[in-house]
């Protein structure tokens, strides 16, 4: 049993100790913002932040979440947040949606680390998140979009 938070929300889960995080956000609390893409962290589509971090769900076992805090993009809040996801309706980031919700949770990691970041940090932060579109340059473009509004 793992007792951990979800947005915010206290949660307990009767699962085995190895269930990957992305299959009880999924499963248990019906948050399928979160997605499956590889399944071996290779794709970044299943990203959440474990405890302020990015993650990979797929590869976090429930056994070690035991009072660890966890944001899916359904629970993203923040300036940060609010300016990436308006970044990204604006420069028209989306095409098939597969990778989105792993893109802006990475995104708004970054920000929060890196308030102006250049292209390198944006490609060092970015990296293994997989876009099977190749949106790569407007993903650029909406995490400067958003430095710049954050900036004011």
Same mark, same amino acid.
């Given at each position: 049993?793992?007792?951990?938070? $979800?947005? #915010?929300?206290?949660?307990? =889960?009767?699962?085995? !100790?190895?269930?990957? =995080? %992305?299959?009880?956000?999924?499963?248990? =609390?019906? %948050?399928?913002? /979160? *997605?499956?893409?590889? #399944? &071996?962290?290779?794709?970044?589509?299943?990203? $959440?932040? %474990?405890? #302020? @971090?990015? $993650?990979?769900?797929?590869?976090?076992?429930?056994?070690? %979440?035991?009072?660890?805090? &966890?944001? /899916?993009?359904?629970?993203?809040?923040?300036?940060?947040? *609010?300016?990436?996801?308006?970044? +990204?309706?604006?420069?028209?980031?989306?095409?098939?949606? +597969?990778?989105?919700?792993?893109?802006?949770?990475?995104?708004? @990691?970054?920000?929060?680390?890196?308030? *102006?970041?250049?292209?390198?940090? &944006? !490609?060092? @932060?970015? +990296?293994?998140?997989?876009?099977?579109?190749?949106?790569?340059?407007?993903?650029?473009?909406?995490?400067? !979009?958003?430095?710049?509004?954050?900036?004011?």
């Amino acid at each position: 049993m793992a007792s951990f938070t $979800v947005n #915010g929300k206290s949660v307990t =889960l009767d699962v085995d !100790d190895d269930t990957p =995080l %992305l299959w009880a956000l999924r499963d248990e =609390l019906r %948050l399928t913002g /979160t *997605k499956f893409g590889c #399944g &071996i962290a290779q794709c970044g589509a299943c990203t $959440v932040m %474990l405890d #302020g @971090a990015p $993650v990979r769900s797929c590869q976090t076992q429930v056994g070690t %979440l035991d009072g660890a805090e &966890i944001t /899916t993009i359904e629970g993203l809040d923040g300036p940060e947040a *609010k300016a990436v996801q308006d970044a +990204w309706t604006a420069i028209d980031v989306p095409q098939c949606g +597969w990778c989105q919700s792993g893109q802006v949770m990475s995104a708004t @990691a970054l920000l929060r680390d890196t308030p *102006k970041p250049s292209d390198a940090d &944006i !490609d060092n @932060a970015m +990296w293994g998140n997989v876009c099977r579109c190749a949106t790569y340059t407007r993903i650029r473009a909406a995490i400067h !979009d958003a430095a710049d509004t954050l900036e004011g």
